[in-house]
Protein backbone atom coordinates (compact mmCIF):
# COMPACT_ATOMS: atom_id res chain seq x y z
CA UNK A 1 0.00 0.00 0.00
CA UNK A 2 2.78 2.09 0.54
CA UNK A 3 3.85 2.49 -2.45
CA UNK A 4 0.69 3.61 -3.64
CA UNK A 5 0.51 6.51 -1.70
CA UNK A 6 3.30 8.05 -3.65
CA UNK A 7 1.65 7.17 -6.99
CA UNK A 8 -1.64 8.98 -5.91
CA UNK A 9 0.61 12.09 -4.92
CA UNK A 10 2.28 11.94 -8.14
CA UNK A 11 -1.02 11.60 -9.87
CA UNK A 12 -2.49 14.50 -7.76
CA UNK A 13 0.45 16.58 -9.00
CA UNK A 14 1.21 17.28 -5.43
CA UNK A 15 4.58 17.66 -3.51
CA UNK A 16 5.04 15.66 0.07
CA UNK A 17 4.03 19.03 2.21
CA UNK A 18 0.90 19.43 0.29
CA UNK A 19 -0.44 15.67 0.44
CA UNK A 20 1.29 15.42 4.57
CA UNK A 21 -0.43 19.06 5.51
CA UNK A 22 -3.51 17.25 3.91
CA UNK A 23 -3.38 14.56 5.85
CA UNK A 24 -2.52 16.18 9.08
CA UNK A 25 0.95 14.86 8.89
CA UNK A 26 4.83 15.69 9.11
CA UNK A 27 6.97 15.70 5.79
CA UNK A 28 9.10 13.48 7.30
CA UNK A 29 5.66 11.02 8.21
CA UNK A 30 4.90 11.19 4.91
CA UNK A 31 7.84 10.04 3.62
CA UNK A 32 7.96 7.28 6.00
CA UNK A 33 5.01 5.97 4.50
CA UNK A 34 5.88 6.39 1.04
CA UNK A 35 9.21 4.59 1.46
CA UNK A 36 7.93 1.60 3.68
CA UNK A 37 9.51 2.46 7.09
CA UNK A 38 5.91 3.48 8.41
CA UNK A 39 1.75 2.30 8.11
CA UNK A 40 -0.63 4.38 7.00
CA UNK A 41 -3.16 5.13 9.60
CA UNK A 42 -6.56 4.25 9.18
CA UNK A 43 -7.53 8.13 9.64
CA UNK A 44 -4.99 9.02 6.74
CA UNK A 45 -7.09 5.98 4.53
CA UNK A 46 -9.73 7.39 5.58
CA UNK A 47 -8.50 11.08 3.95
CA UNK A 48 -7.57 9.58 1.16
CA UNK A 49 -10.29 7.52 0.43
CA UNK A 50 -13.06 9.64 1.58
CA UNK A 51 -11.57 13.12 0.68
CA UNK A 52 -9.58 12.79 -2.17
CA UNK A 53 -11.82 10.05 -4.00
CA UNK A 54 -9.30 7.25 -3.85
CA UNK A 55 -10.73 3.32 -4.63
CA UNK A 56 -10.62 1.60 -1.51
CA UNK A 57 -9.74 -1.63 -3.53
CA UNK A 58 -6.90 0.14 -5.51
CA UNK A 59 -5.64 1.16 -2.18
CA UNK A 60 -5.17 -1.94 -0.64
CA UNK A 61 -4.75 -4.55 -3.36
CA UNK A 62 -3.59 -2.37 -6.43
CA UNK A 63 -6.61 -3.69 -8.45
CA UNK A 64 -8.99 -1.32 -10.28
CA UNK A 65 -9.05 2.57 -11.13
CA UNK A 66 -7.01 4.64 -8.85
CA UNK A 67 -10.04 7.38 -8.61
CA UNK A 68 -13.44 6.92 -8.38
CA UNK A 69 -14.40 9.86 -9.57
CA UNK A 70 -12.15 13.12 -10.69
CA UNK A 71 -10.14 14.39 -7.32
CA UNK A 72 -11.06 17.56 -6.24
CA UNK A 73 -8.09 20.16 -7.04
CA UNK A 74 -9.70 23.28 -6.11
CA UNK A 75 -7.80 23.41 -3.01
CA UNK A 76 -4.92 22.71 -3.60
CA UNK A 77 -4.99 25.36 -6.49
CA UNK A 78 -5.16 28.15 -3.70
CA UNK A 79 -2.20 26.93 -2.11
CA UNK A 80 -0.92 29.27 -4.64
CA UNK A 81 -1.45 32.24 -2.54
CA UNK A 82 0.62 35.30 -3.36
CA UNK A 83 2.71 35.69 -0.81
CA UNK A 84 3.74 39.27 0.12
CA UNK A 85 7.17 40.83 0.89
CA UNK A 86 6.05 41.91 4.16
CA UNK A 87 2.85 42.75 5.91
CA UNK A 88 2.17 44.22 9.47
CA UNK A 89 -0.23 41.30 10.65
CA UNK A 90 -2.24 42.41 14.47
CA UNK A 91 -2.14 40.00 17.35
CA UNK A 92 -4.50 39.83 19.07
CA UNK A 93 -6.15 38.99 22.49
CA UNK A 94 -9.25 36.63 22.88
CA UNK A 95 -10.06 38.14 26.29
CA UNK A 96 -9.59 41.78 25.33
CA UNK A 97 -11.96 41.23 22.73
CA UNK A 98 -14.53 39.36 23.96
CA UNK A 99 -14.27 35.78 21.83
CA UNK A 100 -13.34 35.53 18.37
CA UNK A 101 -17.00 36.14 17.50
CA UNK A 102 -16.68 40.01 18.39
CA UNK A 103 -13.45 40.47 16.90
CA UNK A 104 -14.43 39.01 13.29
CA UNK A 105 -17.45 40.90 13.04
CA UNK A 106 -16.35 44.44 14.31
CA UNK A 107 -12.51 44.23 13.49
CA UNK A 108 -12.05 47.76 12.78
CA UNK A 109 -12.89 48.83 16.50
CA UNK A 110 -10.57 45.74 18.29
CA UNK A 111 -7.33 46.94 19.48
CA UNK A 112 -4.58 44.74 18.56
CA UNK A 113 -2.10 44.00 21.53
CA UNK A 114 1.05 43.99 19.16
CA UNK A 115 2.23 43.48 15.65
CA UNK A 116 3.97 40.62 13.70
CA UNK A 117 5.93 41.43 10.94
CA UNK A 118 7.27 38.44 8.87
CA UNK A 119 7.96 38.51 4.99
CA UNK A 120 6.64 36.33 1.88
CA UNK A 121 3.79 35.35 3.74
CA UNK A 122 0.00 34.47 2.67
CA UNK A 123 -2.23 38.12 3.30
CA UNK A 124 -3.10 37.29 6.84
CA UNK A 125 -6.15 38.93 8.52
CA UNK A 126 -4.58 38.85 12.03
CA UNK A 127 -3.14 36.60 14.62
CA UNK A 128 -4.17 35.22 18.34
CA UNK A 129 -2.20 32.98 20.59
CA UNK A 130 -3.70 29.34 21.38
CA UNK A 131 -5.05 27.37 24.41
CA UNK A 132 -4.96 23.88 24.82
CA UNK A 133 -2.95 20.66 23.48
CA UNK A 134 -5.60 18.72 20.85
CA UNK A 135 -3.17 20.07 17.82
CA UNK A 136 0.08 18.71 19.58
CA UNK A 137 2.81 18.27 18.52
CA UNK A 138 2.26 20.70 15.48
CA UNK A 139 0.87 23.57 17.87
CA UNK A 140 1.14 23.43 21.55
CA UNK A 141 -0.49 26.22 24.40
CA UNK A 142 1.32 29.60 23.20
CA UNK A 143 1.93 29.17 20.23
CA UNK A 144 0.48 32.17 17.70
CA UNK A 145 -1.71 31.32 14.20
CA UNK A 146 -2.36 33.94 11.62
CA UNK A 147 -5.61 33.42 10.05
CA UNK A 148 -7.66 34.67 7.30
CA UNK A 149 -11.26 34.98 7.79
CA UNK A 150 -14.15 33.11 5.84
CA UNK A 151 -17.35 34.74 5.33
CA UNK A 152 -18.72 31.43 4.03
CA UNK A 153 -18.99 28.13 4.98
CA UNK A 154 -19.17 26.38 1.54
CA UNK A 155 -15.25 27.93 1.04
CA UNK A 156 -13.55 24.68 3.52
CA UNK A 157 -11.21 23.22 2.24
CA UNK A 158 -11.47 19.85 3.30
CA UNK A 159 -8.63 18.26 5.49
CA UNK A 160 -7.55 21.94 5.97
CA UNK A 161 -6.67 23.49 9.52
CA UNK A 162 -8.95 25.88 10.85
CA UNK A 163 -9.42 28.20 13.66
CA UNK A 164 -12.94 28.67 14.95
CA UNK A 165 -15.76 29.67 17.50
CA UNK A 166 -18.36 26.69 18.28
CA UNK A 167 -21.48 27.56 20.42
CA UNK A 168 -21.72 25.43 23.37
CA UNK A 169 -24.84 26.04 25.06
CA UNK A 170 -25.03 29.59 24.49
CA UNK A 171 -20.77 29.93 25.51
CA UNK A 172 -18.00 30.70 22.75
CA UNK A 173 -15.65 28.08 22.50
CA UNK A 174 -12.41 29.12 20.20
CA UNK A 175 -10.42 25.79 18.57
CA UNK A 176 -7.97 25.27 16.15
CA UNK A 177 -8.80 21.89 14.24
CA UNK A 178 -8.82 20.06 11.06
CA UNK A 179 -12.40 19.99 9.08
CA UNK A 180 -13.57 17.36 7.28
CA UNK A 181 -16.66 16.22 5.73
CA UNK A 182 -18.74 13.92 7.51
CA UNK A 183 -21.28 11.28 6.99
CA UNK A 184 -23.80 13.00 8.72
CA UNK A 185 -26.05 15.84 6.46
CA UNK A 186 -25.17 19.57 8.36
CA UNK A 187 -22.64 17.97 10.25
CA UNK A 188 -18.68 18.52 10.08
CA UNK A 189 -15.78 16.36 11.92
CA UNK A 190 -13.51 18.10 13.75
CA UNK A 191 -10.44 16.31 14.03
CA UNK A 192 -7.48 17.01 16.32
CA UNK A 193 -3.64 16.65 15.64
CA UNK A 194 -3.21 14.90 18.96
CA UNK A 195 -4.27 11.12 18.98
CA UNK A 196 -5.37 11.69 22.49
CA UNK A 197 -8.28 13.96 21.42
CA UNK A 198 -11.57 12.10 20.32
CA UNK A 199 -12.84 13.51 16.28
CA UNK A 200 -15.53 15.26 16.79
CA UNK A 201 -18.76 15.43 15.03
CA UNK A 202 -20.72 19.50 14.92
CA UNK A 203 -23.62 20.65 13.71
CA UNK A 204 -22.82 23.85 11.00
CA UNK A 205 -25.09 26.20 12.48
CA UNK A 206 -23.03 25.82 15.63
CA UNK A 207 -20.07 27.31 14.04
CA UNK A 208 -20.33 30.75 14.74
CA UNK A 209 -16.96 32.28 12.95
CA UNK A 210 -14.39 30.48 11.06
CA UNK A 211 -11.15 31.38 9.85
CA UNK A 212 -8.19 29.44 7.57
CA UNK A 213 -4.74 29.00 9.49
CA UNK A 214 -2.40 30.20 7.45
CA UNK A 215 1.12 30.09 9.30
CA UNK A 216 2.22 29.66 12.93
CA UNK A 217 5.19 31.12 15.14
CA UNK A 218 6.65 29.14 18.00
CA UNK A 219 8.45 30.70 20.90
CA UNK A 220 11.13 28.71 22.23
CA UNK A 221 13.41 30.15 25.05
CA UNK A 222 17.34 29.95 25.59
CA UNK A 223 18.47 29.29 28.79
Sequence with gaps: MNERVKLIRKQLGMTQEQLAQRLGIGKAALSMIETGKAGLSSRN??????????????????????????????????????????QSVPLYSIEGTAGLVPLFTDRAQAKPINFIHIPNLPKCDGA??????????????????????????NDIFWGDMYLLSIDMDGEEYVTVKYIQKSDREGYVKLVSQNPHHADKEVAVGRIRALALVKASIRMNSMR
Aim: charged share 20%; proline share 6%; hydrophobic share 40%.
Design 45 to 86: RNILVQDLNVNPEWLETGRGRMFNAEPDLTAYMHRTDNSLPM
Design 128 to 153: IYIVGDSMYPLLKSGDIVLYKQLCDL
